[in-house]
């Protein structure tokens, strides 16, 4: 087995295989900037793991464009067994290739996946954060027509069939009463796909016994920022969501100091590597590649600037998202 990716999730990877009873040999680590001796395995450069094409090879990338980037050059080297490594840190499947990894189906995917897509079940949050990207302390505490932003999901699975990550956030997503809806309803038009609620957390112990049993039936994954305010409850959080056995992430606090600008669309714009890039979002029947600018309206409404609202692009029928296809 070769794993893609000699980083902080590749390492986490490797120590969670060997803490496990399989009885697998690493041949190494894939990776395109580094070579040499990583973990005490080598590094391969993609020359090397042209050659083990009947591998199983894990793909250990956090970013899914990459992911996908990498997915479509390994295809082309002859690999067919080809995981994804979810790297979540509370994960209740007891077999590490069906829950702890994804396997990829090379038929399935095709030639045009969508990465990750977003969708705000909430717009505005129970936080007041100084450079929210999606501007959430701007919105009024109201909360958006289900159905239509179920519709963008709905429309969208016609010209995506594969869909890497669907990502329920805001604001904060379980804000809205109608959580369970949004999770029922696009679990159901994506069946397979990794969905994913970002959240402060700060709801979650106060969640109805009937949403947390949701969330563990449709194999949601719950990712916690992990905010000062967070931080004084996460014990309480994690005893909620290991009670239902619900799958998390925590994204600790180190990674909350950035004051991000991610207003820039130039290919030689300076925050090319933000980390919104390929963070596809839907919204009233558009789609964005920067899911930032769907929240424009929001800054011009309470600055009075005029910055454009145009973006996207709309469904053939005017009532969905749709940018590119799948084979």
């Not at 969708?119 to 919105?139: F, I, M």
Request: proline share 5%; charged share 25%.
């Amino acid at each position: 087995m070769i794993i893609y990716g000699a980083g902080d999730l590749g390492e986490k990877f490797l120590e969670r295989l060997r803490s496990t009873d399989e009885d697998v040999q690493v041949v190494g680590y894939a990776d395109s900037y580094r070579t040499g001796n990583y973990m005490g395995l080598t590094a391969l450069d993609i020359t090397d793991v042209s050659k083990y094409g009947g591998l199983r090879i894990v793909i250990c990338i956090i970013h899914m464009e990459f992911v996908f980037e990498v997915f479509h050059l390994l295809k082309g080297l002859g690999y067919r067994d080809i995981y994804l490594y979810l790297g979540k840190d509370k994960c209740f499947a007891n077999d590490i290739w069906n829950g702890e990894c994804e396997k990829l189906d090379i038929e399935e995917i095709g030639d045009y996946p969508l990465p990750h897509v977003e969708v705000q079940p909430a717009d505005w949050c129970n936080l007041n954060c100084r450079g929210c990207n999606h501007y959430s302390p701007l919105y009024a505490h109201v909360f958006p027509d289900r159905e239509k932003r179920i519709r963008d999901i709905r429309v969208l699975k016609t010209i995506f069939t594969y869909v890497g990550r669907i990502y329920l956030l805001g604001g904060e997503p379980f804000l809205n009463p109608e959580i369970d809806m949004y999770v029922s309803e696009i679990r159901a038009v994506y069946p397979k796909t990794t969905i994913v609620i970002m959240t402060n957390g700060l709801l979650i112990p106060k969640l109805k016994p009937e949403v947390l049993r949701l969330l563990h039936d449709c194999h949601i994954i719950v990712q916690v920022s992990d905010y000062n305010v967070t931080h004084k409850i996460l014990d309480k959080i994690k005893d909620k969501l290991l009670e239902y056995q619900i799958d998390y992430n925590i994204e600790y606090n180190s990674r909350k100091v950035e004051f991000i600008q991610p207003l820039a669309i130039r290919t030689d714009s300076p925050y090319r590597n933000c980390n919104a890039r390929g963070c596809y979002a839907v919204k009233d029947g558009k789609i964005a590649r920067c899911p930032q600018l769907m929240y424009v309206p929001a800054v011009n409404k309470y600055l009075g600037l005029k910055l454009p609202e145009e973006v996207g692009f709309t469904g053939g029928d005017g009532s969905g998202a749709a940018a590119g296809g799948a084979s």
